[in-house]
């Protein structure tokens, strides 16, 4: 195939004519390659109307030609979609089959309407071609959607047991499963002067594909499905209700029908909306409580901590921090702290509960940690009055472990450490604040720190 390079320089050059669409210069058709790309965009050219779509077609056809390009393949369509035949339901007399029958497409007569998939161009399905295709319709399923406005392959509902193409109509008939779809099939029984049938086609092929009005000489049936037909293809078809009496519904009537239709649905999103929110506010209520118990949490450990540092144990106050964080938690107030633990919603006053709570837990240990600290400087005052000497005692197993840990040297006899090399060694060590705390506290006690 001969293929000229098509650069903006040559693009521009090219007159009018060597465009499938003069007016927008789009679908070039300079040489063969070009051509037949043209052919497989016309559809995706933006802004485009009908009417210059088919005149495109001509143009590229026509250039086809000039250029010897075989064209046999062009008359084949992908796919196409006619909507909205005519459907009658009868009742019938099986417990699981609720018959049904009616027009599936016109034959050897125009649609009135474009169907999806024709590029906007009315079409003709000839008899021949119906004919020809009726086996693919025998033992097709027929499916829905919930609001019959369109294909859902998932909910098959019924199936076609008979197909015969009658005068200037393709018409089925078959049977919906009633007992195993009874809403389903009781909507459709209340709608069926409004429902129609849909129908899927693939591998057709057309006469002139070029034509304003496609013949379709050969097609294959792929689907069908039962919708409402407010886009017929074939506006002249009306349905042929078996029932006694013809239903007349008002718009609102019919709004009403297809609110119950789809009232679980509506009712099962106001379960999840509901259930939402229940999640939304017990996360809400646990976020509030956890604000309320985190600085009281905050203020046990910090009273352990300085309480650790002089030696003495507060493992208590630890575990007591955590247990009213995890109750915090899972949405509940500490049951250590505040009336009941399942009770979500806290009181006006259960912070000040709390914090008193709290208070009265840990004021024996800060009253101990003050007996303890008056008593340091009571001996520190002692030794700078000259009235006690520096009392070096023996240092605990736990200090001397600690010790270990720094590299710093108890001094011989009674010399002292100058402050700063215990606070560098310190710094240096691979302690925690509070047994850094500690070890210089107990050092101090024993008199070994130059003040």
Known sequence: ??????????????????????????????????????????????????????????????RAKELRIDTTDWNRVKSMQLECMSLDISAGDHPNKMPFSGVLTRVDEP????????GGRRIIVTADAARAALPSLLGMAVNFTPSFDGHDTRNKIGIIT??????????????????????????????KNV??????????????????????????????????KDKAAYNSTSLAANAAGELKMTKEELLAILAEAMKPLTDRLAVVETQSKLVSDSVKAAAEIRAKVEPHAVALEAAATAMEASGIKADHLRKMAADIRSEA??????????????????????SDDIKKQIDAAIK????????????????????????????????????????????????DGDGKLAAGAVDKALSAANLSIPQRLLLKTELGRQGLIDA
């Not at 008979?162 to 029984?189: C, H, K, M, W």
């Not at 057309?206 to 034509?211: F, K, L, N, Q």
């Open 111 to 118: 649609s009135d309407a474009a169907p999806g998939g024709s």
């Open 1 to 62: 195939m001969n293929v000229l390079k098509l650069d903006k320089k040559t693009r521009d050059a090219l007159g009018d004519d060597m465009f499938a669409f003069p007016r927008t210069r789009s679908c070039p058709l300079n040489d063969e390659r070009h051509t037949v790309l043209a052919w497989a965009q016309v559809e995706g050219v933006k802004d485009a109307t009908i009417s210059e779509r088919i005149e495109a077609r001509h143009r590229i056809m026509a």
């Open 162 to 191: 008979s197909a015969e193409v009658v005068g200037n109509a393709l018409r089925v008939s078959g049977f919906v499963y009633a007992s195993d779809f009874p809403e389903t099939a009781e909507l459709i029984q209340r709608l």
């Open 329 to 350: 938690a899972a949405g509940r107030m500490p049951a250590n702290l505040s009336a009941p633990a399942a009770t979500i919603v806290p009181a006006v006053s259960a």
């Open 364 to 411: 024996p240990l800060q009253d101990q940690l003050e007996a303890e600290k008056t008593k340091t400087k009571d001996l520190e005052a002692k030794v700078k009055a000259g009235g006690l000497g520096p009392e070096r005692k023996t240092l605990s197993p736990a200090i001397t472990a600690l010790l270990s840990k720094i590299d710093l040297k108890l001094p």
């Open 195 to 228: 429902l129609g049938f849909s129908f899927e086609a693939q591998r057709l092929v057309v006469e002139d594909p070029s034509a304003e009005v496609l013949r379709i000489t050969e097609l294959v049936f792929t689907g069908a499905a039962i919708l409402l």
